[in-house]
Structures are given as C-alpha cells and as structure tokens.
C-alpha cells in the first residue's frame, strides 16, 4: 500500500497520485505492459472494485487511463523508457523519484528533470506564448467563453501531440523518416492527379531522399531531403549549399529541404537566395502538417456541442 494518500477524484488518485504508484511497481527495474502496470499500480493503491468499473466519458476505466498518463509523462520526463510499443522500463532518475515514497508527482515536480523542461519549452513555442502559472490559467478562465476554453484545450491537447509525434520521428530509422516526410508531401497534395512518389534514400542517389513526380512525363519534380537530426543538432548552411547543388545537376527548381530539429540562421539565409527553390521544413512546422494533414495520427474523439435553435421557438 501507498505511504500517504494521494488527492482524488471521482473517489480515485488523480494522475498526480498514479505517479509514485507507478514508480514504485516499476522500482524492481522489470520490464512491464502497460496494462500490467495498470493493474498492478491499482492493486498499490488499493482501489476496489467498484472504483475500477467507474468510467471515462469515452468508456475507458478511470484508473486504467490516469495509469497510463503517468506512463507517458515518465517517458518525456525521462523517468521511464519505452524500449518497445506499449512496454516501459524504470531509468536510473525514475529510481531516484520512485525512492523519494511519494504521495504525489505533479507535472510541476517533473521540471526537476532537463527532458521535462526540454518538453515544457516546445510545448510553450507551439502555443506561441511562455506557459502560464496554474493561478494565472484559474484567473483568466473565470469570465472566459466557454467556446474559447474549448478551442484553447483542443489547441493545448494538439500542441502535447505533435511535440510527442515529433520525438517518434526521432526515434525511428532515418529510412522511416525520408518515407514519413514523402507522404507528408504527397498528402498535401503535391503529386497533382497523375503524379508519382518515390523513396530514393537507400539507393543514394546524390544526396536526393526522394522525389515526387507531379506530372506523368516528369518535366515538374520536386526534389526532397530529409535530415533526422536531434533537436540539438540544426542544419546548417553546407547541407543546404549541398542539396543546391544536387538541384542543378538535375536542372531541377524545386526543393523541399525536411529536417527533425531546426535551421541555423546562415541556413536561412542560403536558402533565401539560392537561385533553387528550396523551402525548408524544421520540426516544428512539420510535426503541424502531419497534424494538418492526418499523416502519422489519427482522430481521438469528437465533441458536439449545441445551442438553442431560437427559429424551432419563433411562434407564427
């Protein structure tokens, strides 16, 4: 059982009491499902019966979906690792906290953690403005249209996704990820009616890692690079000059130039004025159109939200 009682809801820890549950199951360093973690994290906490069938609006057990919350913030934290789909490991800083006893982890604590803080700052430069303070967000939502809260959550809730689509990009092959930047563009409608796509990376071809053919004789291609680097690593003014180059040994004028980190400013500037057209795609920019586009993602849920039809009450 847990040391100390978490604060609940709906008779239940929130996510911020599933934390140290989770930490503590994970604390003997197994690799776990997380369906097993789930139950085992319930079992900790000692929820009963009746607590484990009450429900989410979307069907979902309560406590199955805050467990597996806690699970997702751990890996962007860097508390746990996910060495494969739907399987976690505890890391050496999850240790640290799991060895602390908690009664609870706020997401708050987690900026203790460099990957966290990493993650917190894209989120903020997604939403376009520094993260406000939980009694700022209190106070501004108090005479706020319902309407803009909802549109602002459903911005937040996009911002969290991209950012984490953004980190899977990343993680995979950079085979994937020339195939992933490929059907972005296709998605957005760059083959035309009758063009063709094609993945080049494997066969190096000259520094091209794909093309798309916009018309069935080929006499408009567009030219595609893809750098999978570390957000830590931008791509600077070479890589750019390089694919200029492989452009005009193709007589080609049209570029697309994708990486999963950002673009120097002297990279900027060489694409500005390359006698190519190069349009260059950092990671944030690209992550947005995957979302833009439903390319690596799917629809979660819908909401309908009504009004009153004031003609229905118009009497003749």
Known sequence: MAQSVPTCEEGIPTIDGFRPAVLAVMSDGAARKVRDIREAAADYLGLTDEQRRK????????????????????VKAGLLSRP????????????????????????AD???????????????????????SA??????????????RIDQLVRDVNAEVETELRQMLFDSSPEFFEKAVIELLWAMGYGGHSG???????SGDGGVDGVIRQDPLGLQNVYVQAKR?????????????????????????????????TFTKAALEAAKYMRSNIVLIDGIQLTSLMLAYGVGVEKSQTVTLYRVDQDFFAEE
Not at 135 to 148: G, K, L, R
Request: with cysteine; charged share 20%; aromatic share 10%.
């Open 55 to 74: 429900l989410i609006p979307t069907g979902q057990p309560i406590y199955r979906n805050r467990a597996s919350w806690a699970c997702s913030s751990f």
């Open 84 to 107: 494969s789909k739907g399987v976690y490991v505890i890391t050496e800083d999850g240790k640290v906290v799991a060895n602390r006893q908690l009664a609870e982890y706020s997401e």
């Open 110 to 132: 987690m900026c203790e953690w460099p990957m966290w803080q990493q993650y917190q700052s894209e989120i903020a430069q997604r939403r376009g403005h520094t993260l406000p």
């Open 135 to 148: 009694q700022q967000i209190s106070a501004d939502q108090v005479d706020e249209d319902p309407q803009i």
């Open 196 to 202: 063709t796509k094609e993945h080049l990376g494997k």
């Open 229 to 261: 680097y570390a957000q830590t690593n931008p791509v600077g003014r070479g890589p750019i000059h390089e694919f200029a180059g492989v452009m005009a040994s193709k007589a080609a004028d049209r570029g697309v130039f994708i990486t999963s980190s």
